[in-house]
């Protein structure tokens, strides 16, 4: 993320969204969050991630990279920690959703993924 915060290039942008793919990314889960046999945080039958409409006011699911860093906060909204594959799913299969705002746990840096980069990187098999 500080990367392309840095060089606003297509190339950063491009390593920021595969890293984001391969990635556990926290949110801000609703509905039912389960324990794993590891004591992990797991997704129930019934959960969704958290929007936001931050900045332009268009509604966005909302996910923090470094989520061990951002659910250590004592102001902390962060409960779940998920692929950021799977939440790009989530994002291109919500007609309502137009992309994901990404925040930084460690400086105060936040990037949008668009709903079309989203769709783009749901399509790949990379």
Do not use: W
Not at 52 to 68: F, V
């Amino acid at each position: 993320m500080a990367e392309h915060a840095d060089t606003q290039s297509p190339e950063s942008y491009a390593r920021f969204l595969a890293l984001f793919r391969d990635s556990v990314v926290g949110i801000v889960a609703i509905g039912e969050v389960v324990e794993d046999s590891q004591g992990r945080s797991a997704a129930g039958d019934n959960l969704a991630a958290g929007r936001t409409t931050h900045g332009d006011g268009k509604p966005r699911l909302l996910a923090y990279a470094d989520p061990e860093v951002a659910a250590s906060r004592p102001d902390a909204q962060v409960n779940a920690g998920i692929a950021g594959r799977v939440l790009l799913q989530m994002a291109v299969g919500d007609p309502d959703c137009v992309g994901i705002l990404v925040n930084s746990a460690t400086g105060p840096i936040s990037l949008v993924i668009s709903d079309a980069d989203a769709e783009a990187l749901v399509a790949s098999r990379h």
